[in-house]
């Protein structure tokens, strides 16, 4: 949400208002009604995939953290930036409930992609070492790392796209706390989430029996 307002298409005390807040009431909705329609499985791994997230999202902090405060890699706390312009106190500053609001969203955008990753993986690759989950996890930390740096949201923050300000230890940082998040987050997933088929494999299960239904 924070690359869309960046664009100008709409204030990010907006966006998280009207998207943010509804759409993480629906992921809880569906997760809801498919435990009660005796889905606990997808239950299970959405609550997996948002624990896992936050949980990886405290590893992306730790590297993030020593490139700003030893190397001086990082521009400034993007959950304080988050804060400032969802409580709409970008002229006035952040204050300590502005700061509290700006870390629950990078902690919750952070959970939200761990729902996404255990549901396009889940257990993937079958009876393999977690180590695979891992570097699953990697790829997809890396993926979100590249995105980030290519959006206006770096350029926000005074580094510019792809650390065009800063440089490149900027870009290091940023891959290597993605990195560690998508590698913890993978990890995890596949450990306790390996009974759980991803969505995509379901999908391909689907297929033989619906040309089968089609041709009968």
Same mark, same amino acid.
């Given at each position: 949400?924070?690359?869309?307002?960046?664009?100008?298409?709409?204030?990010?005390?907006?966006?998280?208002?009207?998207?943010? !807040?509804?759409?993480?009431?629906?992921?809880?909705?569906?997760?809801?009604?498919?435990?009660?329609?005796?889905?606990?499985?997808?239950?299970?791994?959405?609550?997996?995939?948002?624990?896992?997230?936050?949980? /990886?999202?405290?590893?992306?902090?730790?590297?993030?953290?020593?490139?700003?405060?030893?190397?001086?890699?990082?521009? =400034?706390?993007?959950?304080?930036?988050? =804060?400032?312009?969802?409580?709409?106190?970008?002229?006035?500053?952040?204050? %300590?409930? /502005?700061?509290?609001? =700006?870390?629950?969203?990078?902690?919750?955008?952070?959970?939200?992609?761990?729902?996404?990753?255990?549901?396009?993986?889940?257990?993937?690759?079958?009876?393999?070492?977690?180590?695979?989950?891992?570097?699953? =996890?990697?790829?997809?930390?890396?993926?979100?790392?590249?995105?980030?740096?290519?959006?206006?949201?770096?350029?926000?923050?005074?580094?510019?796209?792809?650390? /065009?300000?800063?440089?490149?230890?900027? !870009? %290091?940082?940023?891959?290597?706390?993605?990195?560690?998040?998508?590698?913890?987050?993978?990890?995890?997933?596949?450990?306790?989430? /390996?009974?759980?088929?991803?969505?995509?494999?379901?999908?391909?299960?689907?297929?033989?029996?619906?040309?089968?239904?089609?041709?009968?």
């Amino acid at each position: 949400m924070l690359a869309v307002a960046e664009n100008g298409n709409a204030s990010y005390q907006t966006l998280t208002l009207y998207v943010t !807040v509804p759409a993480s009431l629906v992921i809880f909705l569906v997760a809801a009604v498919a435990r009660t329609a005796g889905l606990a499985s997808f239950a299970r791994v959405v609550a997996l995939g948002l624990a896992f997230g936050a949980v /990886s999202t405290a590893g992306l902090e730790l590297v993030r953290n020593v490139g700003f405060y030893e190397f001086n890699s990082m521009p =400034g706390q993007l959950p304080e930036l988050m =804060g400032v312009l969802v409580t709409n106190r970008i002229m006035l500053g952040p204050t %300590i409930g /502005s700061d509290i609001v =700006g870390w629950a969203l990078h902690v919750w955008n952070g959970a939200l992609f761990g729902v996404t990753f255990a549901l396009l993986a889940g257990g993937f690759p079958r009876r393999k070492s977690h180590w695979y989950g891992a570097a699953l =996890g990697l790829g997809f930390g890396l993926v979100i790392g590249t995105g980030f740096l290519a959006s206006p949201v770096s350029r926000a923050t005074g580094a510019g796209i792809f650390g /065009s300000v800063i440089g490149a230890k900027y !870009v %290091i940082t940023v891959y290597l706390a993605h990195a560690v998040f998508g590698s913890v987050l993978g990890a995890l997933v596949h450990r306790f989430g /390996s009974g759980f088929a991803p969505v995509w494999e379901l999908a391909l299960r689907l297929l033989p029996r619906r040309h089968h239904l089609a041709r009968a």
